[in-house]
Every structure is written in C-alpha cells, then in structure tokens.
C-alpha cells in the first residue's frame, strides 16, 4: 500500500515535470525538429507552394545536383570561406582572449570593446561594411590613399570579395570566441603556472604546456560552433555582395535561398540543404574524432 | 455544476458571435498587399485620400499591407500555401509567370479590359499576356539614358545630342572619362552595374542586348514553352560592347559602384537606368546636376528599344472577393482618381519621373514639359520583361556568365554557350 503511495506520488510528479516542459518540447517539435524531418522529405519532391502540395519525384533532384555546376561552384566557395575563416577566427579570437586576459588598466573596456559587434544586428553593421569598403568613396580606400598604400576593389572586386567577406565577419565574429577562449582561459587554476614557473618554464612554454593543452576542450567547441557558422554564413553576403560579383561569393546558403525564394524550386533547394547538412555533420565528426581524442588533465 | 455548464454555454456563445461578427466584417475588408512605400496608406496622404474615400462611397474597408520586395514574395508564398492571401496585390513582374501558371489571379472582365486599353498610354499594350489585361499599372518607369549635360559641355561634345548608336555612344563614353596623374581612372564615361543579384544586372543591360535583337527568352509573353534568343550575333555584340569599352576604350571601369550612385555624385558622365532614379535623387542629393534623358543607344543595323515595368501594378487575386476587388480597380481606373494619384505621389519625387498610366492626362498643363514628352516618346519603344516562368532563373544566369566575361575569365562566346545550354535545360524542364 505504501509503495503505492509513493509510486503515484512519483507519477503526479512526473506529470507536473512534463506539462511544465512541454511547451518548449512542443515548440521545439513544430519549429526545429518537424522543418528538419520535413527537408528529408521535401527532398524527394517538387512542391508547389501555392497550392502547397507536391509531387514525389524520387531521387532526381540529388540526381540533378550531380550535373548541376552552380551547386558545386557554391559548395567550393563555402569550403574555401570555411577554410580560411576558422583558422583565423580561432587564432585571432584566442590572441586577443590572451591579451586580454592579462591585467591592465581598461581591461573591461577593452573586452566590451571587442564584444560589442558581436552583439550589433548583422544587417546594419554588414550594410555600413559595405561603405566602409566602397572603392571610390569608401573610407578604407581613402585612408589606403593617405598613407600612400595601394587601394583596393574590396566588395567590388571579383578576386577580393570573399576576402573582404572574411575580414568583415572576423571582425564581427570575434568577440564571441575571444569571450569562450576568456572564460576557459580563466578556468585554469594558476598553480599550475606558479609550479611552472619555479620549474624555469617561460612564458612560451607554459602557454605550449599549460594554456593550450588544457583549452583543448575550449578550442574543441569554438572549432566546432565557428565551423558550422561558417558553413551557414548567409547575412553579410545577401547584404554585402548578393553573391556576387560574378557568383565569386555564392555560398551555398545563398543558392540554397535562391533556388527555394527566387526560383520557387523548394524541393530543389532542399536536396542542397539535405547536402549541406551531411557536409556539416561530416566535417563535425571529423573535427570532434581527431580532436576529442586528446584529453589533457593535470593532477 | 449548474453555474459550470451555464458559464461554458455563455463563453461558447461569446465565441459564436465574435467568430460571426469577424466573417461579417471580413467580408467588408479589402486586403491589399504591397512592396514598402507603394501604395501604402500611413506612407501617403494620397493614396489614403484614394482609399478613404472608396471605403466612404462602398462601405468597403482597405486593409494595406506592405513588406521590402523579396519580404512580400515570402509572405505572399506563404499566405497562399495557408490559403489566406490578399484580395489584391501589388505585383512584380518577375512573379507574374508563377501566379498565371497557378491560376492564382483573374483576369479583367472584358467591359473593364476595353476601359483599360482605351485609357492606356499605347505601348502598355505589350502588359498582356496572351490578349489578357491582368495588371493594372499605377505608372510605369522607362529605361533611360541619362547624361550630364556640364560634362559633355567640358568634353567638348553637344550637351544637347545624346549619342544615339552604340558608335557614338562608344566614341563619347572615351572622350567623357577623365584619368588621374597616375592615368587610374577616377571619372567613367559610362559607369556599368555588375554588382548584386545577376538579374538585377541584366535588367540594366537588356537595352543593349534587346537593341542588337537579342533576348533571354522569346517570345515575351508566354508562361511556358519559350527559347533563348542570344547566342548570335546580337547576344555576342551586346556583351562585347562593355567588353569593348572596359578593355579597349578604358571609358568604364569595375569599382564604380550602382552607376545612379555614381551618376548622382558625378563619377559617371552617363548611366542607364528607371528614368525615375535620377530626377527622384538629383533635387535632393545634387541640385546642380545639369543632365538630360534619352532612349538608351542601339547599333546601327539593330532596333530602338528600352524596358518599361509597372512600378506599382496592381492584380486582382481569383479569390472570393473578386468581384469587390474589380470594383476597387474600376474605382481606381476612374478619370479623376487617375488624375489625382500622379498629381500627389511622394513629395521627394515632386511628381515628376514616372510615366502615368491613363494617356488622357499627358493633355493635362502639368504633364505638358520637356521631361513628359521624352519619357512618353520613350515609352512607345519599351517592352516588359518576358512573363516565362523560369524567366528569373534564366536571367540570373545569364547574369553569371555575362559578368564573367566582362571580367575576362571566360570569353564572350564560351560565356553565350554556357549560359544558352543551362538556360534551355532549365526551359526542358517544365
């Protein structure tokens, strides 16, 4: 009788557990988990949106990805910004975390400082970007000018707009792996850099034996997040460039976009997306399997 | 229980009426839909003059909604799959072929289409599609050629003979650029768009490739079944000609940016672009800007041509409240409505730029300038971008491979290749 009371005090509380998550699990069912299901299929078909229903078609639209050169013009293209941009991120962000993770004077403004775009909407600070960058009116250039350095085409330039794609998304994006870097920075315990230290470690070997093993799970993650948004980048070319010039900076979110919002092609687009989610997922497991093998502890 | 079951009763019959009252008044509801700043209502005091007083004289009330462009495609894309769009719309003719195919909107009834071809400035005429009037443009905007008057002055070229052949425009565009010590170019003679969405690129183009009797796809009003028209002699000679002046005339050059930009701050001594984009800009942004508007250029052996697009232009949706959407265009159609609208559209825009739909009011004092005759001469060589289906798609590219020629990486006749067979494959399609 009594394992009875408590059994359907148990359940009481379990029912009052579950109502008051299941707001969230429905919403997250309908707008996260049901879209994603749905692209699978949606990938099988040709779907008209007006009259929202579709019409199976197999697998011709992976067959047409296979013949289709702007799919894998675009897929360059986003690797290529993958390639480049998280490496960058990765140094730059955990440099500046060094810096600043070191005392001085200003250090909360600074941090602040280079926080601050991250938090700015990608829309406006991408659109006052692509000022900045104008060749002929431009400030960068103007300045370029001044000091009597050779200008550039910035945004306009076929060969230079990915690049200026780049700077402009380290400089946004930076604060967010600079702050994850700051907080593992200031996880590791300092007595490991005073026994370092009356070893005869310098500052160099204690960043190569201490800071970096022990941030491995740290870079691990911002690896991981800055690569998947890399992947995805979307905003600041729609707004910068719009692809272009040429398709030079058509990633594969942005053909994605077209085919589904410009050329009405929704089953099309989302055999990309089901390609661009196995890319991910791929390059993820990659990432997590050669570094989440090397765990470091100090005891 | 008993105060349960009334209290339940009560809150249902809340609910009846409230669901009643809202079909009732639905039913009295005109929902319109448009691109930010045309048509809408709190942005006009004039179209809210136009639609008060509709809802004052029918008892009808206009709902206006409005969205950035690509927005009102996504929201329209979505309201009809939920099958709750808007009774009338205003629509981009790129989008006209996917709504025609899905019998998604009405045609005029044939009392009103005889009203509407009576009343329209003629070349609107080329708006049908298959003998059907389905939009009802508010105005239209003619590509144009403009050039500065004060720069042809100093380059010793008549300010008042713009070029008409590509020869002349050619021979001007170099006598019109200006260099700097280190011979970089720092005026163009014609700036050129190639930045954006490779559609929006060839639309600034097609003068040129429509001129030498080239076209994307052929004929222009057909929802299916049409054929490129470019890898000839006419496609070659368009591309070729920006080619031309980028490497052998060096009288345009990349890193100009939107040319009516560089047009309004007087980097460029010629554009070619909506005829409204530089009066609209200029009194605000450059007063002194001395510049003229003409047909854009054409080769010798090719046609006078130019673009024309409804900007707004409003279709009615094959809904059940079509009827009282013709009515509201028959309204809008009416002489005084289409007299009051030009005569109060935007202040920024002092009423001048775009072309009006209804010929009768080019009689009228206001409309009688300069500026009126030449866009009203325009017009009757302008044509509307084909309404085929894949039309965007195709554009965008053959906007791909025309810029990359221009950049030199391919030549021009690969470029033509290319683009010809991915744009009949995607034509094979449907």
Redesign the interface.
Known sequence: MKVRNISSLEKRRWITAYLFIAPIVILFAMFRVYPFLFDFVLAFMKW?????KGTWVGLSNYAKLIHD??FFHSLKITLLYTLIYTPIEIIVGLGVALLLNVKFLGRSFCRTIFFMPYIFTSIATAAIWTWLY????GLINAVLEQLHLPTC?W????KTALGSIIIYTLWREMGYSMIIFLAGLQGIPQRYYEAARIDGANKFQSFIYITLPLLTPIVLFVLVMVTIGSFGIFGPVYVM???????ATLVLVLYMY?LG????KFGYGAAVGVMFFILTLIVTIVELKILGKRKVSYY | MRIKKISTGIIISILMVLLVCNVVLAQGVLNLWCQDRNLDRSQHRGFNWVYREFEKATGIKIKVAHAPI?DL??KT?AA????TGPDIMDIDRAWLG??LK?D?LAPFPPDLQEKWESMAVPAFKKFEVKGKVYELPIWVDVYALNWNKDMFKEAGLDPNSPPQTWEEFRAYAKKLTKYDENGKIVRVGYAIR?????T??VQKHLWALWSAKASIITPYDTLTGGRTNFNNKGGYAAIDLIKKMLYEDKSTA????DPRD?FV?K?AAMQISECAAIPSRAFKEAPDLNYGMALPPHPKWGIRVTNINGCPSIVVVDGPKKDIAFKFIRYLMRPEIQMFIPLTWDVDQLGFGIVPFARFLYKHPWFQNMYYDAVLKMAEYGRPQPVEI?Y??AS?IFG?YM??A??N?ISVKEALAKAEK?INALLAEE
């Open positions: 008209n949106v007006f009259k929202n050169d702007t104008d060749p002929t009116s085409m945004l306009q330039g076929e460039t719009g692809g272009g010039p040429a398709d077209r919002f410009r050329y009405l | 690509e495609l996504k894309l009809f799959a939920a099958g996917a709504y899905n998604l190639y930045m954006g969405n490779p929006g690129v990349f890193g100009f940016g560089a701050e980097k894949n965007t798609e965008d791909k810029v990359q221009w950049f990486k991915e």
